[in-house]
C-alpha cells in the first residue's frame, strides 16, 4: 500500500524550531519529487517546498525562504522539514506529498500539527 | 505568489451540475496546464480530483471534468451525489517554479 506518514509536529514557542519528518512507503521514494504543503486552522491549503528527486532542486514559498529547510534522504525513504524561528502564523497542519510527476500532488500523509505559541 | 481565486460557496441538489471557477494571471493559469483540482473533507487530507487541468486521476469518478480558458480555471461536477459534499481547492504551477492554491470553495449539496 502506497502510504506517507508524517510525525514531529507540536507545540513550539515563537523563534524555536521544529523538525518534521515524512515516512513513505509502498512505492520507489527515491523515483519521485517530494513537497510540504501546510494548512493553517480553519484555512485553506498552502504550498511550502519542493525537493527533487535527487534532493539537488529545491523550492520554496517566500514566507519561509530563510527560516524553512526541505531535505531527503533516499536510503530511509524519508522527507524532512527543518523549520526554524517559527511564527506564530506557521501554525499549521503540514502535509508531506508526493509529486505526481506533473507538478500535481497525488499522494497526501494524513498531516501533522504545529502550533507556535507562548 | 498571489492566491487564486475561487468562489467562497457553491450549492446544488443532487443530480444537478455545478461549476467552481479557479482565476489565476498570465504568471500561473494563463500560462501554464499544470492546473490541478483537490477534494477535502472536514479532517481528511486532500485528494487529487483533476491534474493537468482535464485529466482524471485512475478511480476518480468521470462526473469530475475540468477545464481552462485564459486565466481562468474551471471544475465540473455533474450529478451531484451526497459524497460530494466538500471543500475543493485548484492549484496552479507558476512562474519561478512554484505552486498557488486557491482559497477553496465550500461545496454544498443541498
Known amino acids: 500500500e502506497v502510504q506517507m506518514v508524517e510525525s514531529g509536529g507540536g507545540l513550539v514557542q515563537p523563534g524555536g524550531s521544529l523538525r518534521l519528518s515524512c515516512a513513505a512507503s509502498?512505492?520507489?521514494?527515491?523515483?519521485?519529487?517530494m513537497n510540504w504543503v501546510r494548512q493553517a486552522p480553519g484555512k485553506g491549503l498552502e504550498w511550502v517546498s519542493y525537493?527533487?528527486?535527487?534532493?539537488?532542486?529545491?523550492y520554496y514559498t517566500d514566507s519561509v525562504k530563510g527560516r524553512f529547510t526541505i531535505s531527503r534522504d533516499n536510503a530511509k525513504n524519508s522527507l524532512y522539514l527543518q523549520m526554524n524561528s517559527l511564527r506564530a502564523e506557521d501554525t499549521a497542519v503540514y502535509y508531506c506529498?508526493?509529486?505526481?510527476?506533473?507538478?500535481?500532488?497525488?499522494?497526501w500523509g494524513q498531516g501533522t500539527m504545529v502550533t507556535v505559541s507562548s | 505568489q498571489s492566491a487564486l481565486t475561487q468562489p467562497a460557496s457553491v450549492s446544488g441538489s443532487p443530480g444537478q451540475s455545478i461549476t467552481i471557477s479557479c482565476t489565476g494571471t498570465?504568471?500561473?493559469?494563463?500560462?501554464?496546464?499544470?492546473v490541478s483540482w483537490y477534494q477535502q473533507h472536514p479532517g481528511k487530507a486532500p485528494k487529487v480530483m483533476i491534474y493537468?487541468?482535464?485529466k482524471r486521476p485512475s478511480g476518480v469518478s468521470s462526473r469530475f471534468s475540468g477545464s481552462k480558458s485564459g486565466n481562468t480555471a474551471s471544475l465540473t461536477v455533474s450529478g451531484l451525489q451526497a459524497e460530494d459534499d466538500a471543500d475543493y481547492y485548484c492549484?496552479?504551477?507558476?512562474?519561478?517554479?512554484?505552486?498557488?492554491f486557491g482559497g477553496g470553495t465550500k461545496l454544498t449539496v443541498l
Open positions: 506529498a508526493r509529486d505526481g510527476q506533473l507538478w500535481f500532488f497525488d499522494i
Open positions: 509502498g512505492f520507489t521514494f527515491r523515483s519521485y519529487e
Open positions: 525537493i527533487s528527486s535527487n534532493g539537488y532542486t529545491i
Open positions: 498570465s504568471s500561473d493559469v494563463g500560462s501554464y496546464n499544470h
Open positions: 493537468d487541468v482535464n
Open positions: 492549484c496552479s504551477y507558476s512562474a519561478s517554479s512554484t505552486l498557488v
